[in-house]
């Protein structure tokens, strides 16, 4: 089945300054690649995502950068701020495409 | 706004029973599905439906049983509870998964086997 590792597990990181979450895949057949954010307590919810045939797509100060070749994809955030601190969790769709697997999740702590 | 909800936030029940966990989505979706979700580990998927009355075993679907009856309701069955399965249990949905769909979570539930 597929398998998609993220890294890192953890992350802290000043306000203002950038964070990158990065994922990797196994099964060259996925083509949906999407992001979900979970706040402590509250239920995962969509950020963004991508699909196979774009290589980057940004919104606001979130993007997602897509490389089918090396079978990774990463989500960058810019400028972050405090609410963003959450659980961050990649996934894709894989085994006839309504099934989607999830990374084991990136704990980001942005520091005032 | 999809609504996907859960029939409880938190349950505790003793090893042996038989438990069963609801979700109800209300926007029509083709798609739902059961995650568990343990510390260090994701969200990892337990089975998942397409269509009324057909299910898909995911990637941990040991001690584990579901049905869709109705479209819009879909039931998790842990038929002899242990407690290695105290987890925070999450429903979703999708409206179509051809190429992949936003899943709408529901609130979980968080099972407690003592």
């Known amino acids: 089945g597929e398998n998609v590792e993220q890294h890192p597990s953890t992350l802290s990181v000043q306000e203002g300054d950038s964070a990158v979450i990065k994922c990797t895949y196994s099964d060259s057949a996925s083509n949906y690649f999407p992001w979900y954010k979970q706040e402590l307590g509250k239920r995962p919810q969509l950020i963004i995502d991508?699909?196979?045939?774009?290589g980057e797509k940004k919104d606001q100060r979130i993007a997602v950068t897509l490389n089918k070749t090396a079978k990774h994809f990463s989500l960058h955030i810019t400028e972050t701020q405090p609410e963003d601190s959450a659980v961050y969790f990649c996934?894709?769709?894989?085994?006839?495409?309504?099934?989607?697997?999830f990374g084991t999740g990136t704990k980001l702590q942005v520091i005032p | 706004d999809v609504k996907v909800t859960q029939s409880s936030r938190y349950l505790v029940k003793r090893t042996g029973e038989k438990v069963f966990l609801e979700c109800v989505q209300d926007m029509d979706h083709e798609n739902m599905f059961w995650y568990r979700q343990d510390p260090g580990l994701g969200l990892r998927l337990i089975y998942f439906?397409?269509?009324?009355?057909?299910?898909e075993k995911g990637d941990i679907p040991e001690g584990y049983s579901v049905s869709r009856e109705k479209k819009e309701r879909f039931s998790l069955i842990l038929e002899s509870a242990s407690t290695n399965q105290t987890s925070m249990y999450l429903c979703?949905?999708?409206?179509?998964?051809?190429?992949?769909?936003?899943?709408?979570f529901g609130p979980g539930t968080r099972l407690t086997v003592l």
């Open positions: 991508i699909r196979s045939n774009v």
């Open positions: 996934a894709t769709n894989s085994g006839g495409y309504q099934k989607v697997t």
């Open positions: 979703a949905s999708s409206l179509n998964g051809g190429g992949g769909d936003e899943q709408f």
């Open positions: 439906s397409y269509d009324v009355k057909m299910k």
